[in-house]
């Protein structure tokens, strides 16, 4: 993976490209309801685990281990959103999709018929195969099948995907674990798996054969046996890390040089060359949907846990309080998707990650007696609008700065990191969170968790967006380095 000159990219899509037209005219109508589909699909499971969590983890005897359980998944979407980008490359996004899909369908058999909490975050895991698979295997759909102009308004309806879900799904996923129990949040979320393959198999199969019979079609990308090799060894490391944690005796941290060891390298190999320096273009742009994913979605476990445990909430009140945050994203989304953007990109990104810093320490003001419980809801809704300005900006930045052929490799990259970010971030808080008492007070239910867990949580989740903005400024090429 190599940083590229925008004029390299931009190579005609396999679909004909009409003068006028959106996402939803012609050729692109079917495949972009499918895409969206599965993205819907994604977003209402997200939106019931999230509002279902606490409940499960205090059923299961697994306080503990809460932020495992949302860990667990990115962990093994190391793995795969790599295997499904080499995947991708050599063959198509058709087989990994769908195989990513009834992965993912497992995963959520497994977690809600788990006995124990390990047995669930196993399921979890389950889920991170198929996710990785079924992500990166969209972004190949977005690189391949609509041309540069139409980019920026397909990942605006990725986001928009998420509204219903943002809005319905706390009310649904609370609602069945206070009368059905929060095993039906999972167990019934497999039925929608049908609507997606049904959609999207017709088009993008379509879209497929027309790639193939195109003069424009890419040649297969030789398999890199090292980078597959490398994405193991990074989710085992990263595995690794989270479980020394969580220790911390003499084995844990035994555990954690070997995790250590293992990431590192992986790490340093999977990503674009100086990524983990900041170096300009698209290094930068790769290193920022980590940063911007880990401090988001680490503060967003935890939040509805703070609004039950500190609170009192139900958990379909403490579900809710996220859902202002889903919607606003689609608004932020939609924003950096309007005409003129493009030439703002790095103050948009920028934007986005002070948001999102605002957003996380306004949330921790919940922990005052006197503030009101709506101001988390109202912080999450500022930090919607800021992811929405700054992830659907990186992912437009990195389909600019990627020749075709290497859409797959860099688009792995980028939820490679988004991954990494999360599994770090998410794996810190757990940490933070049970070593000053929150786990083991919680999982005793001997009354509400202590301040303190949540508070280090959100000033250390509110400091990392705070130098993602300050790194944003790099994501420009300058123009000396473009020739």
Same mark, same amino acid.
Not at 373 to 378: F, G, K, P, S
């Given at each position: 993976?190599?940083?590229?000159?925008?004029?390299?990219?931009?190579?005609?899509?396999?679909?004909?490209?009409?003068?006028?037209?959106?996402?939803?005219?012609?050729?692109?109508?079917?495949?972009?309801?499918?895409?969206?589909?599965?993205?819907?699909?994604?977003?209402?499971?997200?939106?019931?685990?999230?509002?279902?969590?606490?409940?499960?983890?205090?059923?299961?005897?697994?306080?503990?281990?809460?932020?495992?359980?949302?860990?667990?998944?990115?962990?093994?979407?190391?793995?795969? @959103?790599?295997?499904?980008?080499?995947?991708?490359?050599?063959?198509?996004?058709?087989?990994? @999709?769908?195989?990513?899909?009834?992965?993912?369908?497992?995963?959520?058999?497994?977690?809600?018929?788990?006995?124990?909490?390990?047995?669930?975050?196993?399921?979890?895991?389950?889920?991170?195969?198929?996710?990785?698979? +079924?992500?990166?295997?969209?972004?190949?759909?977005?690189?391949?099948?609509?041309?540069?102009?139409?980019?920026?308004?397909?990942?605006?309806?990725?986001?928009?995907?998420?509204?219903?879900?943002?809005?319905?799904?706390?009310?649904?996923?609370?609602?069945?674990?206070?009368?059905?129990?929060?095993?039906?949040?999972?167990?019934?979320?497999?039925?929608?798996?049908?609507?997606?393959?049904?959609?999207?198999?017709?088009?993008?199969?379509?879209?497929?054969?027309?790639?193939?019979?195109?003069?424009?079609?890419?040649?297969?990308?030789?398999?890199?046996?090292?980078?597959? +090799?490398?994405?193991?060894?990074?989710?085992?490391?990263?595995?690794?890390?989270?479980?020394?944690?969580?220790?911390?005796?003499?084995?844990?941290?035994?555990?954690?040089?070997?995790?250590?060891?293992?990431?590192?390298?992986?790490?340093?190999?999977?990503?674009?060359?100086?990524?983990?320096?900041?170096?300009?273009?698209?290094?930068?742009?790769?290193?920022?949907?980590?940063?911007?994913?880990?401090?988001?979605?680490?503060?967003?476990?935890?939040?509805?846990?703070?609004?039950?445990?500190?609170?009192?909430?139900?958990?379909?009140?403490?579900?809710?309080?996220?859902?202002?945050?889903?919607?606003?994203?689609?608004?932020?989304?939609?924003?950096?998707?309007?005409?003129?953007?493009?030439?703002?990109?790095?103050?948009?990104?920028?934007?986005?990650?002070?948001?999102?810093?605002?957003?996380?320490?306004?949330?921790?003001?919940?922990?005052?007696?006197?503030?009101?419980?709506?101001?988390?809801?109202?912080?999450?809704?500022?930090?919607?609008?800021?992811?929405?300005?700054? +992830?659907?900006?990186?992912?437009?930045?990195?389909?600019?700065?990627?020749?075709?052929?290497?859409?797959?490799?860099?688009?792995?990259?980028?939820?490679?990191?988004?991954?990494?970010?999360?599994?770090?971030?998410?794996?810190?808080?757990?940490?933070?969170?049970?070593?000053?008492?929150?786990?083991?007070?919680?999982?005793?239910?001997?009354?509400?968790?202590?301040?303190?867990?949540?508070?280090?949580?959100?000033?250390?989740?509110?400091? +990392?967006?705070?130098?993602?903005?300050?790194?944003?400024?790099?994501?420009?090429?300058?123009?000396?380095?473009?020739?």
């Amino acid at each position: 993976m190599t940083t590229t000159s925008p004029t390299q990219v931009g190579s005609p899509s396999a679909m004909p490209e009409p003068d006028t037209g959106g996402v939803l005219s012609g050729p692109y109508r079917a495949l972009t309801l499918g895409i969206v589909s599965v993205v819907l699909l994604l977003a209402f499971e997200a939106t019931a685990v999230n509002t279902a969590m606490p409940v499960a983890a205090r059923q299961l005897h697994g306080l503990g281990l809460y932020a495992f359980a949302f860990s667990g998944y990115f962990t093994t979407t190391l793995f795969a @959103l790599v295997v499904s980008g080499q995947w991708c490359d050599r063959r198509g996004p058709l087989a990994p @999709l769908f195989t990513g899909i009834a992965v993912f369908g497992a995963g959520l058999v497994t977690a809600g018929t788990a006995a124990s909490m390990w047995l669930f975050v196993a399921g979890r895991a389950i889920q991170g195969l198929g996710g990785g698979l +079924v992500i990166v295997a969209l972004y190949v759909v977005v690189g391949r099948a609509f041309p540069e102009r139409l980019r920026p308004s397909v990942f605006a309806a990725f986001s928009a995907a998420w509204v219903l879900p943002s809005i319905l799904g706390p009310l649904i996923s609370g609602a069945v674990t206070q009368h059905l129990g929060w095993r039906w949040v999972f167990l019934a979320v497999p039925v929608l798996i049908l609507l997606p393959l049904a959609v999207m198999g017709p088009a993008l199969r379509r879209s497929e054969r027309a790639r193939k019979q195109s003069r424009d079609r890419l040649d297969p990308q030789p398999y890199d046996r090292g980078r597959t +090799v490398g994405a193991a060894m990074a989710a085992l490391g990263a595995g690794l890390l989270q479980y020394a944690g969580q220790r911390r005796d003499a084995v844990g941290l035994l555990l954690a040089v070997a995790g250590a060891a293992l990431l590192g390298p992986a790490v340093v190999r999977l990503l674009p060359a100086g990524t983990l320096r900041a170096a300009r273009g698209l290094p930068t742009v790769i290193l920022l949907r980590g940063v911007a994913a880990g401090a988001f979605f680490a503060a967003e476990a935890f939040v509805p846990l703070m609004m039950v445990t500190q609170r009192g909430l139900s958990p379909t009140l403490a579900g809710l309080t996220l859902t202002p945050g889903g919607l606003a994203w689609a608004l932020g989304s939609w924003l950096q998707g309007r005409p003129g953007a493009e030439k703002h990109r790095d103050a948009l990104i920028r934007l986005g990650f002070v948001l999102t810093a605002v957003a996380i320490a306004g949330a921790a003001l919940v922990l005052v007696p006197a503030a009101p419980t709506w101001t988390a809801a109202v912080a999450w809704a500022v930090g919607g609008v800021g992811m929405g300005l700054a +992830v659907a900006s990186i992912s437009v930045l990195m389909m600019k700065l990627s020749t075709p052929e290497e859409t797959g490799a860099n688009s792995a990259a980028l939820q490679l990191s988004d991954a990494l970010g999360n599994v770090l971030l998410i794996g810190l808080a757990g940490v933070l969170f049970a070593a000053l008492g929150g786990g083991s007070l919680a999982a005793a239910q001997s009354g509400p968790t202590p301040v303190a867990p949540f508070a280090v949580i959100f000033l250390v989740m509110t400091g +990392v967006a705070l130098v993602g903005a300050a790194v944003s400024g790099r994501t420009s090429v300058r123009p000396a380095a473009r020739t």
